[in-house]
């Protein structure tokens, strides 16, 4: 190897970081497949068949059809920040799959002397860096509504901010009873603290200690992906699309990409707090990936499933619900979880 | 340690990047055509009648300052349960009594009808 | 390396401050504030103070510069206001009397302060890095400062009556 090349463990943990981005994207294209296709046998038709078998390759064909469309900006809008709003949703979204583990570690089948983990970057206080960034990704539809200058957008932007921060809280109050169980705030920690079984046939997971904790990060989760039922974001039949009404070709793409993409980085998060991670039995080390594919699989046809079967809330349910239910329901979990800590040991 | 927060940076570079290259990308290869009528906000096709950063509905601002109260609130809890097995019973007293003072403001924002939507 | 990425991060922190100062629009001011909290975040990494720069990120940017977005979209000034006459006099064209006057105020101060500072101000002490661990920090915080966090709820109690009274008082 040439002498100015970085060691050959920086060169595959730059190669690992563009797999998983590049994965990221093609799991937001195929989500858009599977969300059309389990809608339509849902609603009883085919849904997309013509592109690809079964269709599988409309979501590229979307996309080349958005790649030619005119790119429009309302001419009172803000320009700077009309631009940088879709920068700043899809950033975000990618961000925090960053800290997850997906697997166990590889020598690339020992073309490394040192196993590299399977995950981008394994930080010590990964669970509050999914906080920050989930904290962060409320600004690119805040901005996006706001600089459009157009009603739909603004009122789409504001309803959406507020009913990510009422549940934000929820969330990390969610994350925190995991937190306490494991101790430890490292991802690839809480997971491997899942390892093992109770009598032999039931897993360690947290979602057995937890339960209570993991239906409210479910349902934070839905409210901070802005999905059904609680997609009042883009209520299509009172705020048209919402936030991102006066944005077309790839801008519109963007958004969309980073809806998808949250998506899978809930689940995934869902996954390794609540399912193991990538802990299963049967296959190989080597292949432990394909479990944490697919439990964060099964949780996104949960989130589709969810979308097409039930009904839009109503705006004021929504906040009252997460600030007189959930919220106060997310702190006792967390004291009760402590109390029982403390007294088993 | 400090290295591993490198490319959590990377990765958000790359994503900011990718985002970037794609809009104008996008831009440079279709057909630009505005006219004054497609540059008009959307307003279900009527014209758009007045401006929309027009003034809204106090409640946001009340949801966003119990917002930061609760989310400060949070940011507590995270030391608190990591260290829990360390801090033992008085720990739990001591976060009871935080929540308690707390618990009183929340229900006196409730009975304000501060967490009412509906006005 | 740790000594460029101090450089860029502080650069970064003080040009976007500046200009939060120069912006004509509050939203774009606003944007530069979390700009410059977030190079401020990059800045606690460097000193090994993760859960700081976390904290900093979710309180800071995440939530305070919320709420400063809705207060600029609840009081919608597109621009600022041209003050009214007897202020402006007093404040010079563009305001630049006043801003003279304070400019040159808070350069005293600066150097005051520096200069009671020395560089032997903050001792290397090893045990400093365990401030990283966030257990650490909990174990801390819950033990010797257990009074610091109880007095907090009081303040906490504080802003939140106080911004419920003010919100009703508005309605």
Redesign the interface.
């Known amino acids: 190897m040439p002498a100015w090349l970085p060691p050959p463990a920086v060169l595959a943990h730059l190669g690992l970081i563009l797999v998983v981005f590049n994965m990221l994207v093609l799991s937001a294209a195929f989500m858009v497949w599977m969300e059309r296709k389990v809608c339509a046998y849902i609603q009883d038709r085919n849904g997309p068949n013509r592109v690809g078998f079964e269709g599988v390759l409309q979501p590229f064909a979307d996309v080349i059809k958005l790649l030619f469309k005119e790119e429009l900006r309302p001419k009172a809008a803000d320009a700077l920040l009309f631009a940088i709003a879709p920068v700043i949703s899809a950033a975000a979204a990618f961000a925090a799959f960053a800290v997850i583990p997906f697997g166990t570690s590889t020598t690339l089948w020992g073309l490394l002397d040192q196993p590299i983990p399977l995950q981008v970057t394994d930080v010590n206080v990964a669970v509050l860096v999914i906080f920050a960034i989930t904290s962060m990704g409320i600004y690119g539809i805040v901005l996006a509504g706001w600089s459009s200058n157009s009603k739909y957008s603004l009122l789409g932007g504001l309803r959406s901010s507020a009913q990510m921060i009422s549940y934000e809280l929820s969330y990390g109050l969610a994350l925190a009873a995991v937190i306490m169980l494991a101790g430890s705030l490292s991802l690839r920690e809480i997971v491997l603290n899942q390892a093992g079984t109770w009598w032999g046939f039931i897993p360690r997971w947290y979602v057995f200690l937890q339960p209570i904790g993991f239906l409210i990060f479910m349902t934070a989760g839905v409210a901070e992906t802005n999905r059904a039922p609680f997609d009042f974001p883009e209520a299509e039949q009172e705020l048209v699309a919402g936030y991102h009404t006066e944005y077309s070709s790839m801008s519109f793409a963007m958004f969309f990409l980073a809806e998808y993409v949250n998506m899978v980085t809930v689940s995934a998060v869902a996954t390794s707090l609540f399912l193991g991670g990538w802990l299963g039995p049967f296959l190989p080390d080597w292949l432990a990936w394909v479990w944490f594919l697919v439990k964060v699989f099964l949780i996104l046809f949960f989130y589709v499933w969810m979308r097409w079967t039930l009904p839009r809330y109503r705006y004021d349910q929504l906040m009252e619900f997460g600030w007189k239910y959930l919220l106060p329901v997310a702190v006792l979990n967390l004291l009760a979880t402590a109390a029982l800590i403390l007294w088993i040991g | 340690?400090?290295t591993?927060?490198?490319?959590?940076f990377?990765?958000?570079v790359?994503?900011?990047a990718?985002?970037?290259f794609?809009?104008v990308?996008?831009?440079l290869?279709?057909?630009?055509?505005?006219n004054?009528i497609?540059?008009?906000?959307?307003?279900?096709g009527i014209e758009?009648a007045g401006?929309?950063?027009?003034?809204?509905s106090?409640?946001?601002?009340?949801?966003?300052?119990?917002?930061?109260?609760?989310?400060?609130?949070?940011?507590?809890?995270?030391?608190?349960?990591?260290?829990?097995?360390?801090?033992?019973?008085?720990?739990?007293i001591?976060?009871?009594?935080?929540?308690f003072?707390?618990v009183?403001?929340?229900f006196?924002?409730?009975r304000?009808g501060?967490?009412?939507?509906?006005l | 390396m740790d000594v460029i990425a101090f450089y860029i991060f502080a650069a970064i922190a003080v040009v976007a401050s500046v200009l939060v100062v120069g912006q004509k629009n509050p939203m774009h001011s606003v944007m530069l504030l979390i700009t410059s909290f977030g190079a401020l975040a990059g800045l606690y990494v460097l000193l090994d103070a993760p859960f700081t720069a976390v904290t900093q990120i979710i309180i800071y940017a995440g939530a305070i510069m919320v709420l400063f977005l809705f207060v600029v979209m609840l009081l919608n000034v597109p621009r600022e206001e041209p003050a009214p006459p007897a202020v402006s006099a007093l404040l010079g064209p563009t305001g630049i009397r006043i801003g003279v006057i304070l400019s040159l105020l808070l350069g005293a101060e600066i150097v005051w302060a520096l200069s009671r500072i020395g560089l032997g101000w903050f001792p290397q002490d090893p045990a400093a890095a365990s401030v990283s661990s966030v257990a650490l920090i909990g174990a801390s915080l819950f033990t010797r400062h257990a009074f610091a966090f109880e007095a907090t709820s009081v303040l906490i109690l504080v802003a939140m009556i106080g911004a419920v009274v003010l919100a009703r008082r508005e309605h």
């Open positions: 340690m400090l591993s927060y490198v490319p959590i990377i990765f958000i790359i994503a900011a990718f985002a970037a794609t809009i990308f996008a831009r290869v279709s057909a630009q055509k505005p004054a497609k540059l008009e906000p959307y307003e279900c758009a401006d929309a950063r027009d003034r809204y106090i409640r946001y601002y009340l949801i966003a300052m119990l917002f930061v109260i609760f989310d400060v609130e949070t940011v507590f809890m995270f030391p608190w349960a990591v260290s829990l097995g360390k801090l033992a019973v008085f720990g739990l001591e976060m009871l009594l935080f929540l003072i707390l009183v403001g929340y006196y924002a409730w304000k501060a967490l009412e939507w509906q």
